[in-house]
Nanobody, 119 residues
Framework: QVQLVESGGGLVQAGGSLRLSCAAS???????????MGWYRQAPGKQRELVAR???????NYADSVKGRFTISRDNAVNTMYLQMNSLEPEDTAVYYC??????????WGQGTQVTVSS
């Protein structure tokens, strides 16, 4: 089992920045089984969408809507993933979820953290 805890959400004005963190915990076997981690978000009335993903090897990919503004990274030494969000827009308002994908293709989810961007 892998447990994921997000932090860093909040209220920010348009153009501002936030950094989200996702701390992973669990057995060493479970942690080592994680192939990729990602950030998803879900706005009211909309489907959950992928924001950014990073593999165990460090490869990244981003949704077109956040390219050039968001940066995903991970620190394997402390089992933590980050999402640096710059130039935030009201359209970025959503609950942001941390996801971990194991080698067995099992998804683990965090509880979510609210990001609200005011205009």
């Amino acid at each position: 089992q892998v447990q994921l805890v997000e932090s860093g959400g909040g209220l920010v004005q348009a153009g501002g920045s936030l950094r989200l963190s996702c701390a992973a915990s669990g057995s060493i076997f479970s942690i080592n089984s994680i192939n990729a981690m990602g950030w998803y978000r879900q706005a009211p009335g909309k489907q959950r969408e992928l924001v950014a993903r990073i593999t165990s090897g460090g490869s990244t990919n981003y949704a077109d809507s956040v390219k050039g503004r968001f940066t995903i990274s991970r620190d394997n030494a402390v089992n933590t993933m980050y999402l640096q969000m710059n130039s935030l827009e009201p359209e970025d308002t959503a609950v942001y979820y941390c996801d971990a994908l194991s080698s067995a293709l099992r998804h683990y989810w965090g509880q979510g953290t609210q990001v609200t961007v005011s205009s």
